[in-house]
């Protein structure tokens, strides 16, 4: 509540002050706000972007989703389009004309420097997932040579380029790290030590072609700001920071949540009805097909069902306790696989414990059905049929919740995309048939 | 592969070399790493603990799991444990405290200095996640009428004593945030300005009892990597750092999951089987309750059943399209809620898409079962019945989908950990409903 009020009267303000004073006082606002200002104005936003400084509509751009950017650099003049693109990070310019259309990004690059279109082709080339395609190519390179006094010099000279200055990479001729000196070290040592004696040559690099969710696990593993990017000579080509570890995180662990779901990965709050509709259809068709098979396994037992019709009643039951307990289980092992905590040591440690979790919860939601329907329907051998049968489905879905993803993992299949509709049919289909089947050899006493 | 063998290696290297030799090469290995080889070791860690030299000792425990940090602190002896106690960042510390039992912690505590025991029992007060139980207590402050020269003569001395010298906070004498320097600002600026000239007074603080998820998402919207924590007067308190945010976000990201799935937060691939089965237990006792009253449901229908059995065999697809539907709009909405993304605004309108989406996709999947299973059962009454009952179903997944959660969220119980029980039941009994509801009503024809 009082946050949107925030947003609101910033809107009014943005729009009603004019643009000489706003000079005066923008430096106190985020870009991030005016952001969220502009989101929410239903109006012509030209108004506002063009009483904004250039630099600051240079941070605002950066900030902006993948999406928007494109569309605020719209609302400017030409002139202006082409200032602002050469000075957005690189990073957050491969972002936007990876969001356009060809025909878009190049008119584009060609209004931009031969240098600077040549590096945002190569940026443009690496996978869009990718530390190549997350990285930015500013940051502050010196040569091991130097003095702290000269790299403090440089460094207020460069400064103000470059993506972040909480680190400055040392390179050789070539191009390639040697090493890594972090601002703080560079501040506390004295000026005539040479750039060799207080840099860190065990730097951790990241290698372009690195998937951006295991880019993700390493910042979080180490804990850093700021990591290297360099090609398969070591020679640097960017840098990734933590502010682009934050947006890939959240991005990445939404993905596997929605996956799991059925959800595609663009899935979004504002998405229009047609969107979500195509989307969700195909994975609730697949579903159909494995609710049909579910069918074809109890259509095999009509017979039996017609003579003890309480079967159809206890149906829901078995299917549905499997699927929970099958969920449970390739839930952890999916998020497991993400996070990179299986490995060959446990894989047969965790195997043997999701068999016994099976057999125990098994044991305790069997037994306790089994009274239940024995209460239920006067009959004991219908309670022993169900207990047998929920046993036999919590194992089914501890074995299959832990191999299914694995066996899509090694297949290259992303695990949390296709798991939960195989467990589910494993555990509906199986479910149904020990039930329907051992109540169709004890029908006799049922 | 690569990755294990160069723990084991490490391993390996950490037993035989000599402390003295071990001495001089220390410096080259990350602490994380040294933590990962001590994890896969089986023998007696206090072997390679007591070659380790004391700085490294407290980055080793400042990097390692809040449970493992106790257990490596054990291995040495009492001096050297006050020691490192001593050293370590504040905010490890607390972590480490706050998993240990009351007796164990105050026997750390007593042996501390009365300052730093005064700090740590504060920072213990704290919700344990909050940002004043996430933050640390060591950042650089300075006054707004210190010199550049003054500051950077001042970071030179307290720097390795700071969690992060990335800022520096520049407070007043009752210790309120009057503004941030960023180092390289510092460090760009003519040495005679002051600090007030310098300075950003518009830095976004975190109060201390914000919500770590919160605290995460602030993070991810600004980019930070360092954030000071201050109390309701704006005295500040601590510094939260980009490190902190990613095992953050790792953590809540994963608790949603799990919950979702119904796994508590607290699951782990390494836990014992007792303790996995105690604590999926509960969820599944839960579920069997929703699973009991779709078949009392079911129950009521049973006359219909004995005289068209074939309406058993296709109540797997009724229950189970509904569950998935509802599954994808939960999560949708979950996850909403967690981002923040939805408000008063937009609530109406994904009302209404949920509404479409779900009419529209009942009507493909109604159209599609209700021919499959004409064509099945060679009545066309059967293929009318399950079709509507397959749109009216579709629709409540996606209206209990939406609802539920927010309901949840406004009863202040996280809609992660209950939404799902709630829509499947909703989805199942009204299911079961409609569809052997309208075929009771139609059976002559079917």
């Known amino acids: 509540m009082e946050y949107k009020s925030y947003q609101e009267n910033l809107l009014r303000y943005l729009l009603y002050i004019p643009k000489e004073d706003l000079k005066l006082t923008i430096s106190r606002i985020h870009p991030e706000d005016i952001l969220d200002a502009l989101r929410i104005y239903d109006g012509d936003k030209k108004e506002i972007i063009l009483k904004i400084p250039e630099e600051v509509l240079v941070d605002i751009i950066d900030q902006a989703e993948d999406e928007e ?71 502050i390179a010196i040569r ?48 005539d030590r040479e750039i060799k004696e207080i840099m860190n040559e065990n730097t951790i690099k990241i290698p372009w072609d690195m998937d951006q969710e295991e880019v993700g696990n390493i910042f979080e593993k180490y804990g850093f700001v700021s990591m290297p990017v360099v090609d398969s000579s070591e020679k640097m080509l960017g840098i990734i920071t933590a502010d682009d570890i934050f947006e890939i995180m959240k991005e990445e662990y939404t993905e596997d949540m929605y996956l799991l779901a059925g959800l595609d990965e663009d899935e979004k709050i504002e998405r229009t009805v047609g969107e979500s509709v195509k989307n969700r259809l195909p994975w609730l068709f697949v579903n159909l097909i494995t609710a049909i098979l579910a069918s074809v396994t109890v259509s095999l037992f009509e017979g039996t069902i017609s003579r003890v019709v309480a079967l159809a009643t206890f149906m829901p039951i078995v ?5 929970n307990a099958g969920t449970q289980t390739l839930t952890l092992i999916v998020r497991g696989i993400a996070m990179g905590e299986l490995d060959m040591e446990n894989t047969k440690k965790i195997l043997l414990k999701e068999i016994s979790i099976g057999i125990l919860n098994g044991l305790a939601i069997g037994l306790t059905i089994g009274v239940l329907s024995f209460i239920w329907q006067k009959n ?35 695990p949390a995309l296709a798991s939960s509709v195989f467990v589910t049919t ?21």
Not at 88 to 104: F, Q, R
Not at 319 to 323: E, L, V
Not at 383 to 409: D, E, F, R, T
Not at 428 to 445: C, K
Request: proline residues 2%; aromatic residues 10%.
């Open 380 to 414: 004991i051998m219908f309670g022993i049929v169900i207990a047998i049968a929920m046993i036999l489905n919590m194992l089914v879905a501890g074995i299959s919740g832990y191999s299914v993803p694995l066996i899509l993992k090694k297949m290259n299949i992303d």
């Open 69 to 139: 950017k494109y569309e605020l650099l719209s609302l400017m003049p030409d002139r202006k389009q082409k200032n602002i693109v050469e000075e957005m990070s690189s990073d957050e310019l491969t972002d936007l004309l990876g969001s356009i259309s060809n025909e878009e990004a190049n008119s584009i690059i060609y209004k931009m420097d031969i240098d600077d279109a040549e590096e945002i082709r190569e940026l443009l080339s690496y996978e869009k997932d990718s530390a190549g395609g997350i990285m930015a190519t500013e940051f």
């Open 144 to 191: 091991e040579d130097m003095t702290v006094a000269d790299s403090l010099k440089y460094l207020q000279k460069e400064a103000p380029n470059a993506e972040t200055a909480y680190y400055l990479y040392v390179l050789n001729e070539e191009e390639k790290l040697r090493g890594v000196v972090s601002l703080r070290d560079l501040v506390v040592a004295n000026f």
């Open 426 to 446: 494993m555990t509906d289909v199986l479910g149904f048939f020990f039930f329907l089947g051992l109540a169709t050899i004890f029908i006799e006493f049922l």
């Open 319 to 323: 299917a549905g306790m499997g699927g």
